[in-house]
C-alpha cells in the first residue's frame, strides 16, 4: 500500500490494536516501506495536535491514546476512581532494577539496605519485573530485569529513554555486558 | 533438692552456683579442671544415681564447657558485612559513602520516574480488541447453537421411548464434556457430546452444562464458516 491510503490506513490500524504497534508490523501489515510508515507516523502525529487523541511513542511501538488533560472526563465516563500508583518502595527498587539490570535480589538489597524480597515479588506480580537469567556464581542466583509493561507504564520509549541518573550513564550500564546464562526464559 | 556440691582448690561449694559465678565473670571457667568435676561426680554416683540431680549437673556442667570453650577459641573479629579483600579500613568509609551516593540517585531519579508514571496514567488506550478474557463463540451465534441444539433435540424425539427415571445433574454433565474434551484435545464435534441413547432431560441437561462451560471460559466453540459443524474445543488445550 502507498500513496494517500496509507496514512487513513496506518490510523485505523493504530486504533484497532489499542496498545503499542511497532513500525515493523505496521510495514509487515500495510505492505509498505518502514520508511513510508515511519513517515505517515510523524505526519499523524502532527495531525492530531489540538485533538482529543495523540499517537504516542511507547514500548518500541506507536499507540493512540488519550491525551491526559481528558483524563477526568474518560475516568468518570469508565468509572473508575483513580489507576493504583505504585509505592515508593516499589519505585525506588523498580529504578535500581530498571538502571542495573540484570541485578541480583542481593545487589538490589545492598543498594536499597534494607530486605526488597516482597516488593520485588508485588513488581514481578504486576508484570513490571520479570527474571531474565541466572548469574554465573555461587547459588546461580536469579537476574532480574524490566518488561514491556514497565515500558507502558511509564510512558517509556526503550530503556535509553530513561531520565538520566546522576552520576551514571545509563546507556553504559545497559550496553555493559551482562553474564546472563541460559536463554532469556519468556522469549 | 541440694545440689552437688563440687570441691576444687579454687572453689568449693554447690555446683550451680559455681555456674552462676562463671556467668558472673567471678570466676574464670579457664582455671577450672571441668573434667576433673565430672569424673569425680561420676565417681560419686556408684551409690545409685538420682536421675533429677544427674540431669542437673549434665546440664549445669554442658553450660559451662560451652562458656569455656568461647573463652578459650580466639573471637571471630570478622565483620557481618563482607568486605572486598583489597579494600583498606580507610576504604570502606569511601565505600560506604558510594553506596549512599547511589542510593541517593536512584532516590532523586524515582522522582523522575514519578513524574512520568502520572502522567501514563491519565493516558488511555483502548483496550486491546480481542480480550483473552472474552467469552469466546469464534464464528458461531446464538442461534447457531440454538438450532444444532434442536436437531439434537429432534433426534431424541423421534425414537419412541421412555424417559429415564434417574436424575441427570448438571455438574455431572460439566464433568462428562470435560472428561470427554480432555480425551480430544483437538476438540470434538457438537453432537458427539450428546450420547445416542441419550434421553430428552439428559440432552436439555448437557446443553446446559455446555453453555455453563462457555460461560465460565473453560470450553471454545468454533465454526468455520455458517452451517459448517460446530466444533467444541477444550480452552486449557
Known sequence: MNGSALKPAVECLLFVAGGPVTVQRLSAALEAPPEAVQEVLRELTEDYAGRGLQVQVVAGGYQLCTRPDYAGVVQRF?????????????????????????????????????????????????HLVREVGRRQAPGRPILYGTTEGFLRHFG???????????????????????????????? | MPAYTVKLPQFEGPIDLLLTLAQQGQVDLREVPLGRIAEEYLASMQGGVDLDEATEVLWILAAMIEMKARLLVPRDETPVEPVEPSAAPSDLQEQLEERLQEYRAFKEVSAALRALEEYQQQVFARPPAEDAGAVVLAGVTVDDLFHAFRQVLERTRE???????????????????????????????????????????????????????????????????????????????
Open chain 1, 156 to 187: 517509556l520509549q526503550d530503556l535509553r529513554s530513561l531520565p538520566p541518573l546522576r552520576g551514571d550513564d545509563p546507556r553504559g550500564a545497559l550496553t555493559a555486558p551482562a553474564s546472563v546464562s541460559g536463554a532469556d526464559p519468556l522469549d
Open chain 2, 159 to 237: 425414537r419412541v421411548g421412555e424417559i429415564p427415571a434417574e436424575e441427570v445433574r448438571v455438574a455431572d454433565r460439566i464433568e462428562a464434556i470435560e472428561e470427554l474434551l480432555a480425551a480430544h484435545p483437538e476438540g470434538v464435534v457438537f453432537e458427539a457430546l450428546f450420547a445416542d441413547r441419550a434421553g430428552t432431560l439428559e440432552v436439555i441437561v448437557t446443553f446446559l452444562a455446555l453453555l455453563e462451560l462457555i460461560k465460565l471460559r473453560r470450553v471454545r466453540a468454533e465454526q468455520e464458516r455458517p452451517f459448517a459443524p460446530i466444533r467444541i474445543v477444550s480452552v486449557s488445550s
Open chain 1, 78 to 126: 469508565l468509572g473508575l476512581d483513580h489507576r493504583e500508583t505504585l509505592s515508593q518502595a516499589a519505585l525506588e527498587t523498580l529504578a535500581i532494577i530498571a538502571y542495573r539490570q540484570p541485578i541480583t535480589r542481593a545487589e538490589i538489597e545492598l543498594v536499597r539496605g534494607v530486605r526488597s524480597e516482597h516488593v520485588l515479588e508485588r513488581l514481578i506480580e504486576r
